[in-house]
């Protein structure tokens, strides 16, 4: 370097250049184009001795993609880029006036190199399967995570929305599952750091799942922020991440500044959030619930819980009931007639009570540039909705700040910081579920009025606690008095250095930072069903009948979590070419781990929000209830160190063989020594076939590649150990004496081998008419042996369940990916991208338990849904079933007789009651992009689609439990036709009804009804989630504003789907749950502009 | 710049990497020191079983009302109906008792590993030797014949597990085989305790005269008269006290904190058994109530007529040995050999310390007159009145006559015939769902 000439002004001629930079499909000016002097032209002396100056060394095009720019004679070339577009060398050494500078789209730019969080690795040398997205292209408006964002877009990336709560986590499962009980959340990556976070629980049918605010890894990210993400997918692929990566990785790429003059963006949207259709739910109105409750009240034989509802308590309070029972309507005074008849016209709109129209907003901004010594990237952001569901919602602020120093040329330091607020705000239900909105508003009666006319809360008089004790819910008062929410503030921060120690020979260093403070706050007042619950909690005898321990007043409670990791690792790549023929890259690294968490549960009672005190319990009986443990505290911390390389080998650019080798170690405590380190390892290899020269026959394949890996991948689970673990207690065994005990803590198994996950992959990559038809296909085999879970062993062995190795569990499937530019001319360009993906697991080996009552699965998938095949009704009304290819009735499906209890069927009967129905993963997923360019016209359709998913649903009712104090669905009034059962009692006509009553009633331990195949059904549907239509002004107009990009856009999220029928839930995603809230539609409109 | 690359391999190299990942986490421990394992041990001692209050159920000391609160839990014990019972009835313990099992194994297993005073490990490990004999002799007691001489090394046990295995068979062991085991644990736990009598507070825990105590109660059980003999005579030399209740009625002898108590870990009682159920009329009719100083330390009367048990859930109930025991075991075993006047002896020591002075002269005239078979009924009687409620009964009855009982219960007559094969406690179902071999 040394050698290059150094320049002064004084000494160099000077000459202009002048040009103007346009893209080349278009053929439209590129305002905002970097036009400047590579260091590596110049030298970096040439800085040291302040010779040049910035300005000196570049500039931006006008609006006109218009620019000028002065140079010492002996440049020869100016680099021009522009994001999107590929950079050009313009060789400046001879003509230098008006040059007009073509710049061509980079559609593939992303896809050049293969980011894995560890490695850059060259698209052509890649061997491993992965999917990678811009997320430009799937941007939409009033999402506030990017794991949405994602549904249907990548193959083989299967994302399910859980609930429409604002800041519900979506479930993400790639290439299906590979364990049978832990989670299957894949790893998230942010420019190389893992995430920390709370697994997204599995089951989102159970309520308290939906209900509880957590703190996910990604939910403090703007997805504006982000640049594109990247799937990895095959052990070639993940290996790298060692044991976390089993359920595949997910590594996200942040904006970072480009050379070039300062852009400022910004962009602004408000998004009207929909109320959701309540009809969907098909409930009773208020006249169909009266007739339903006259019905009820007729029947001599329904006699659970008759005294409910507002009809009985009307006859009840005329001493009717009898009458009608015996004479009927008409037989009632005119009075009561009147009564009831009034009923039928109070209809309570509780879907407007519920639910509402939301107008949010959403702003973010972001300053950007740089030049060959610096790049920077600042952005802040605001998103800030209410949901759907009166009384939830989130708010997040967000702040990110990247800089990349180029210290000299062989040494680079970057420093990332993310920061971020993020709020979201619940109800807040108890151990109750009457309590949760979704819920309620299925069981509300039509007619219950929420205020009477002086404005006082009604409460539901249905909604008991015991046959003598109300304890008086209305939902309009819960609201006021109790509240729900969760503040988590979250820093990342991540810092680089980089050195090439030789041209061949790079060192990187980079030090990631995780700080999580997470709040979580419940409070409910005096005056709430919430606290008027808890306090039963602690009722006792007293001496003057039922007394309580729990002080009058509110009730706070909260949650402070605080979580902190560093994630340090240090690499040394080794990068060589000889003989042209030969590439070799090595890395080697290691990295180190460390994570704390830390949480703090308190509650206080008593507590008067004016005055923040709170009442101490001071009754020795609370002692012993955990409900009122006034402190509860958590520490939890954790160590790895993993050492790892990668080897890649490449001849004559065609052929690559690809190697890499983990080992992972983690917290020794507890763990048995033989898997202290678990070496996790995978081999791959490729073959360019469009480079051979048998090829150049074949002039429309731009591109193909074939593609082979195969790896293991491990994990152990750490609460089993092979020792004897002890968890510290204390104990009082005879009165006065304390003493602190050690609770022999789960079954130590010294034989617990630890779970391997065997992949192979073979791909497909195929570009045509110069990629303009361009499909990745990928085939896969997953096969996980030694699958840790759950198994009952004899209770002599001092415990009822240990931790073993109990089955094996494979996925195979394809993932499709066609992405097609269908039309480009200078005026409209469409393309497309379709992917679809078909997963089949099947559960090939697992221990039975015993004490199941439902079917083992194994020869099924690890989805697979079991039920009770019925053949519509008998005369009685009562279910008929399908045995052994006959028609059996009831009482011979289970064998009932007169005294069953359950005992008549063994475990091993009752399994065989059940068929497989259907697999309750999706045979295919996907989802199909276009995007149409027209002028100044941008319009894109996102849709995601599911083809033959199995799903439940919970049963719309029971017949021996019909409630007249509850609404239904209008199922219930054709219970006992077609497939529907009958509504039955103890005494109700018919032969052996009884005994099949009391069998449901009683003594169906299985809860088979629940699995009749009638509440078992296919669903398929396609999701038009997001139409999105933009406009870009015209640059010319922009001019005298000094504005160089506007675009204004109107978005309609979830306006359409299409496929199988889902009444009676809101969305097809949540079918079957009764306490998820609806996925709202949402109408968007915003703007983006960059000057 | 290369400096500062060779100064992290330098580090990394000096980073020993099980240093690093050596986190010990809060709150858990592999136990390793003496004092680890007395903590462990104690976790085992913590363990509460029902076995005591089932029984009791399932003997004849206690009537039970229909209308009861929660009674549904308890009836089907109550009218010995094991073949289809509601599901709503408590389970006899099983895996508990292998639970303090395990306990007992991994401290006898690991007693060469255990770090710390050697007198303190011998204690403790001596202790779980004689822990873990209670509970095969609980188990043997609950879900085998009685012992019989000719018949122990056939009549089917429980198995028995003194290592922690994962994957193997749990075979059952004969009666025989649990007893030898039992006896065998004992004696080491006599040669490793050096304690002779704990303290009050911790007489949870076993010492020299509890477990010659429980040796005495061993071979009561086995018919083994004389050895019974001399092992209550070798108890009672280190710990012979009895409580006299014409000086003293603050508390039961049977509290953890009276005189007699020589090992106090049992739970015998609870809520239900003092509040939801009353004494069988069999069992007041026994008691002379204006003499003996028991009844009404043991009993209340209630509104409408019936007494209850004075004895509940409180943890001062807790009992498993006291010297009246020994007392009674001394005569029985005397009476059986035949040895009338000798077994007279003990009977009289304790009924002096349980009748008022006039009540105790009535009591030795008659009992001086008795014949053989006379004075072993009075004994037999006098320990169903001394242990009333105190989780004797169904295993005397057992091991003695193994009578017919008959109760009333809900206006229905149930028997339980003499030598009924429902003397012996089915193992519960799920036991039986997760061992084949049971």
């Not at chain 1, 508003?441 to 006319?453: C, E, V």
């Not at chain 1, 009752?910 to 199909?928: E, I």
């Not at chain 2, 008792?97 to 303190?120: L, P, Q, R, V």
């Not at chain 2, 085991?181 to 009050?200: F, P």
Request: proline letters at 4%.
């Amino acid at each position: 370097m040394l050698f290059i000439p150094v320049f002064t002004t004084a000494q160099q001629k000077q000459k202009m250049v002048s040009g103007t930079v346009v893209d080349a499909a278009m053929n439209m000016p590129i305002p905002g184009a970097s036009v400047y002097i590579s260091s590596s032209m110049v030298g970096s002396k040439a800085k040291e001795e302040g010779i040049l100056d910035g300005a000196m060394l570049g500039t931006t095009t006008d609006f006109d993609g218009y620019f000028e720019l002065k140079i010492d004679d002996t440049v020869k070339s100016l680099v021009v880029s522009y994001m999107g577009f590929k950079s050009k060398t313009i060789d400046v050494s001879g003509s230098t006036q008006n040059l007009t500078i073509v710049l061509e789209e980079s559609t593939q730019n992303l896809n050049e190199v293969l980011i894995t969080g560890y490695q850059k690795i060259e698209k052509r040398k890649a061997t491993s399967a992965y999917s990678t997205i811009d997320v430009s292209e799937i941007q939409q408006a009033g999402v506030a995570t990017v794991d949405q964002m994602l549904t249907g877009q990548l193959p083989g990336v299967f994302v399910q929305p859980t609930s429409g709560a604002p800041g519900a986590p979506s479930k993400i499962s790639i290439r299906g599952t590979a364990t049978l009980n832990g989670s299957s959340d894949p790893l998230w990556v942010l420019d190389g750091i893992p995430l920390e976070g709370e697994d997204i629980p599995k089951d989102f049918r159970d309520k308290d799942n939906i209900d509880n605010l957590q703190s996910f890894p990604v939910a403090g990210l703007n997805p504006e922020d982000i640049e594109s993400i990247t799937v990895l997918k095959d052990a070639a692929a993940t290996s790298i991440y060692g044991a976390r990566a089993a359920n595949g990785v997910i590594v996200i790429t942040s904006k970072s500044g480009k050379k070039g003059g300062m852009r400022i963006s910004a962009s602004a949207n408000a998004f009207i959030t929909q109320k959701p259709d309540y009809s969907k739910l098909n409930l009773m109105n208020a006249s169909q619930k009266v007739d339903f409750e006259l019905f009820l009240a007729s029947r001599e034989d329904l006699t659970y819980q008759k005294n409910r509802g507002e009809v009985a308590r009307i006859l009840n309070s005329y001493n009717s009931y009898d009458t009608f029972q015996n004479n009927g309507f008409s037989a009632l005074d005119s009075e009561v007639q009147n009564a009831i008849n009034n009923l039928r016209t109070r209809n309570t709109n509780w879907g407007g009570e519920l639910y509402q129209m939301a107008v949010n907003q959403q702003y973010s901004l972001s300053i950007s540039g740089g030049n060959d010594q610096n790049t920077y990237y600042l952005s802040a952001g605001i998103f800030d909705e209410k949901g759907s569901t009166i009384g939830t919602g989130q708010q997040r602020y967000n702040i990110t700040l990247k800089d990349n120093f180029n210290l000299n040329d062989d040494f680079k330091v970057g420093v990332s910081v993310f920061a971020s607020q993020n709020k979201t705000f619940s109800y807040i239900t108890g151990a109750d579920s009457y309590t949760n909105p979704a819920y309620y508003a299925r069981n509300a009666n039509p007619y219950l009025r929420l205020t009477d006319d002086q404005g006082n809360y009604v409460y539901d008089p249905d909604l008991v606690e015991r046959s003598d004790l109300n304890l008086n819910y209305n939902i309009l008062e819960e609201r006021r008095n109790t509240s729900h929410d969760l503040v988590a503030n979250s820093v990342k921060s991540i810092l680089n250095a980089a050195y090439d120690l030789t041209d061949d020979l790079h060192f990187s260093t980079q030090l990631g930072l995780q700080f999580d403070f997470n709040r979580t706050e419940k409070f409910s007042d005096r005056n709430s069903y919430y606290t008027r619950k808890y306090r039963q909690r602690s009722r006792y005898a007293g001496p003057t009948g039922d007394a309580y321990y729990m002080p009058e007043g509110g009730i706070i409670q909260n949650w402070n979590t605080d979580v902190f990791q560093y994630n340090w690792k240090t690499t040394a790549n080794y990068n060589t070419t000889f003989n042209n023929l030969h590439e070799l890259d090595v890395m080697l690294g290691t990295e180190f781990r460390r994570n704390k968490t830390e949480e703090i549960q308190t509650k206080g009672f008593g507590y008067n929000p004016n005055t923040l005190t709170t009442i101490p319990i001071t009754d020795e009986r609370a002692l012993t209830n955990s409900l009122f443990d006034p402190l509860n505290k958590r520490f939890n911390e954790n160590a790895f160190a993993s050492f790892f390389g990668t080897a890649s080998y490449t001849y004559d650019r065609k052929y690559t063989l690809f190697s890499s080798l983990r080992y992972d170690g983690s917290n020794l405590f507890g763990v048995n020594p033989k898997y202290r380190y678990l070496p996790i390892w995978s081999v791959a290899g490729s073959w360019n076939v469009h480079q051979e020269s048998f090829m150049q026959a074949f002039a429309m394949v731009s591109n193909l590649k074939l593609r082979a890996s195969y790896g293991i991948q491990g994990n152990i689970d750490k609460s089993t150990s092979p020792y004897v673990l002890g968890i510290y207690d204390n104990v009082s065994i005879l009165p006065g004496v304390n003493e602190e005990i050690i609770q022999a803590q789960g079954a130590p198994n010294p034989d617990l081998r630890w779970e391997k996950t065997k992949s192979t992959n073979v791909g497909l990559d195929l570009g045509l008419f110069n990629n303009k038809l361009y499909v990745t296909a990928d085939y896969y085999y997953r096969k996980s042996t030694d699958l840790i879970g759950l198994r009952a062993v004899p209770l002599e062995s001092g415990y009822n369940f240990i931790n073993t190795n109990w089955g094996t569990v494979s996925n195979r499937g394809f993932e499709l990916a066609i992405n097609t530019i269908n039309i480009s001319n200078a005026n409209f360009k469409w393309t497309s991208g379709l992917n679809i993906s078909h997963n089949k697991s099947i559960v090939e080996d697992i221990q039975i338990r015993e004490e199941n009552f439902k079917p083992s699965l194994k020869g099924y998938s690890a989805n697979a849904i079991f039920a009770l095949k019925t053949a519509g009704l008998d005369s009685n009304g009562l279910p008929v079933f399908w045995k052994d290819g006959k028609k059996v009735s009831a009482v011979d499906f289970y064998n009932l007789e007169e005294g069953t209890d359950g005992s008549q069927l063994t475990n091993q009967e009752h399994r065989d009651l059940y068929s497989y129905v259907g697999d309750g993963a999706p045979l295919f997923s996907g989802g199909f992009r276009n995007t149409f360019q027209y002028k100044q016209f941008d319009l894109r359709i996102l849709s995601n689609f599911i083809l033959k998913q199995t799903v439940q649903a919970a049963p719309s009712y029971y017949p021996t439990l019909a409630r007249p104090g509850t609404n239904y669905s209008t199922e219930i009034l054709n219970a006992g036709t077609g497939n529907l059962p009958a509504l039955i009692g103890a005494n109700s006509p018919g032969f052996n009804t009884d005994l099949v009553y009391s069998w449901y009633n009683s003594f169906d331990a299985g809860r088979t009804y629940d699995d009749l195949d009638i509440w078992v059904k296919d669903m398929s549907y396609i999701r038009i989630s997001s139409i999105r239509l933009s406009y870009s002004v015209p640059t010319k107009q922009l001019d005298k504003f000094n504005i160089s990009r506007l675009n204004f856009n109107v978005e309609g999220r979830n306006l359409f789907v299409f496929g199988s029928d889902y009444d009676g839930f809101f969305d097809p995603e949540t079918y079957g749950s009764l306490y998820a809230q609806p996925i709202p539609k949402v109408i968007s409109a915003g703007f983006n502009l960059t000057f | 710049m290369k400096k500062l690359v060779y100064l992290y391999i330098v580090l990394t190299a000096c980073i020993s990497c099980d240093d690093y990942l050596d986190i010990k986490p809060v709150g858990q421990v592999i136990p390793s020191s003496v004092e680890d394992y007395r903590s462990f041990l104690t976790s085992a001692y913590s363990i509460k079983n029902l076995d005591k209050i089932l029984t009791t159920y399932r003997g004849d000391e206690l009537q039970l009302n229909p209308d009861s609160p929660g009674v549904e839990q308890y009836t089907d014990i109550y009218i010995w109906n094991d073949e289809n019972p509601s599901p709503l009835r408590r389970s006899f313990p099983y895996a508990s008792f292998y639970s303090i099992i395990f306990y007992c194994n991994h401290i006898i297993e690991s007693k060469n590993e255990i770090t710390g005073d050697s007198g303190a490990i011998d204690e403790l490990v001596g202790e779980a030797y004689a822990l873990r004999a209670m509970q095969y002799f609980r188990l043997v007691n609950l879900y085998a014949k009685p012992y019989e001489r000719t018949t122990a090394d056939q009549d089917p046990a429980i198995p028995i597990v003194t290592k922690y295995q994962t994957d193997v068979d749990y075979p059952v062991n004969s009666v025989q085989e649990v007893y030898d085991l039992i006896l065998n644990d004992l004696n080491r736990a006599e040669d490793l305790i050096g304690v002779a009598k704990q303290e009050v507070g911790l007489n949870y825990r076993f010492s020299k005269v509890a477990v010659k105590a429980f040796q005495t109660r061993v071979y009561l059980y086995q018919n083994e008269w004389q050895k019974a003999i001399d092992h209550a005579n070798a108890a009672l030399s280190l710990h012979s006290e009895l409580q006299d209740l014409n000086a003293d009625v603050s508390h039961m002898p049977s509290e953890y904190n009276s005189v007699e108590s020589i090992l106090a870990l049992e739970t015998v009682a609870s809520f239900d058994t003092a509040n939801n159920t009353t004494i069988a009329d069999d069992l007041i009719g026994i008691y002379d109530q204006s003499t003996d100083l028991r009844f009404d330390l043991y009993f209340r009367p209630i509104s409408g007529g019936g007494f209850r048990s004075k004895k509940n859930a409180d943890t001062k109930f807790k009992v498993s040995y006291r010297t009246s025991e020994l007392y009674l075991i001394k005569a029985e075993a005397l009476a059986r050999l035949g040895q009338t006047e000798a077994a007279t002896d003990p009977l009289l020591e304790l009924a002096k310390h349980r009748y008022t002075p006039e009540g105790f002269l009535t009591y030795q005239q008659n009992t001086e007159v008795l014949n053989d078979e006379e004075l072993l009924s009075a004994i037999l009687e006098e320990r169903r009145k001394e242990f009333a409620i105190e989780g004797h009964r169904w295993f005397d009855l057992r091991r003695t006559t193994q009578a017919k009982i008959t109760k009333t219960y809900d206006g229905q007559l149930y028997t339980l015939e003499k030598n009924d094969l429902r003397y012996v406690i089915p193992i519960p179902n799920d036991a039986i769902i997760n061992n084949p071999d049971l």
